[in-house]
């Protein structure tokens, strides 16, 4: 356990902090804050091929929806029927029904890792870990645009954190036929919508406010990477059918 803990800390929390130091020295007026929104999105820029397979790889899951229902409903009582024509639906759309999942769980280790950067990253015991060509700030201010101190508790960054974490969510919700808004899944992501903003608020309510405006930058990418991708997706999709 502490082999893993110490390859953890040396692969992935040293190289984001140090990150997050060199990008404090050379922002103007050495402003936090925005050292924190730079690294977010370096971690989200270097993962976003990443995350664009699991959306698009969501979507072709989401379109295939009637048809896989369809399948549910004629085999409901032969699972292993259902299974395998189920399987052969994927494999003729060229659908992994997994895709959307590897993505996520390759970024995790990743994003638990920042997210600790913010939440540890401001006290003086931390600097130790600065690597030898980092130049040491001595005192890192944890002051966002002279207003906010990230260092702590923001009830106003948690309650803007929840709030783009319900559009993100409303964004990624898939539509639903008429005749089956009263499904588990239709009912689950509806409940979803609702929970994971008020999880969000309750969490981040908690902790250093760095953690608030990481999770509103993280939030604010993924919403613009979404409609990214579903614009270009339906331009080419607009001119494969002209």
């Known amino acids: 356990m502490n082999f893993l ?47 664009a397979k699991a959306v698009v790889a969501q979507r072709k899951l989401a379109a295939l929806q009637p048809k896989a229902k369809e399948i549910q409903e004629r085999l409901k009582t032969d699972r292993d029927k259902q299974a395998k024509e189920l399987l052969g639906l994927y494999k003729k759309e060229g659908v992994n029904p997994f895709a959307g999942i590897l993505p996520i769980l390759i970024q995790l280790p990743f994003l638990i890792a920042l997210y600790q950067v913010f939440w540890k990253g401001l006290g003086q015991e931390q600097l130790q870990f600065l690597y030898g060509f980092v130049n040491n700030p001595g005192f890192i201010d944890p002051t966002f645009l002279g207003m906010v101190d990230l260092g702590e508790r923001s009830f106003v960054l948690a309650i803007l954190a929840a709030i783009f974490q319900f559009f993100q969510g409303k964004q990624m919700a898939q539509k639903h036929p008429p005749g089956d808004q009263k499904s588990f899944a239709a009912t689950f992501q509806k409940q979803a919508l609702y929970f994971f903003p008020v999880l969000t608020l309750l969490i981040v309510s908690q902790l250093p406010s760095a953690i608030g405006l990481y999770w509103i930058t993280t939030s604010l990418f993924s919403i613009g990477q979404q409609w990214y991708i579903v614009r270009t997706n339906n331009k080419r999709q607009t001119t494969n059918d002209t």
Not at 32 to 44: E, H, K, Q, S
């Open 5 to 51: 803990f110490s390859l953890y800390h040396t692969v992935l929390f040293e190289p984001l902090f140090n990150t997050l130091v060199i990008l404090y020295n050379l922002v103007p007026g050495k402003d936090f804050g925005v050292a924190v929104i730079l690294v977010t999105l370096l971690v989200r820029f270097a993962f976003a091929p990443l995350s």
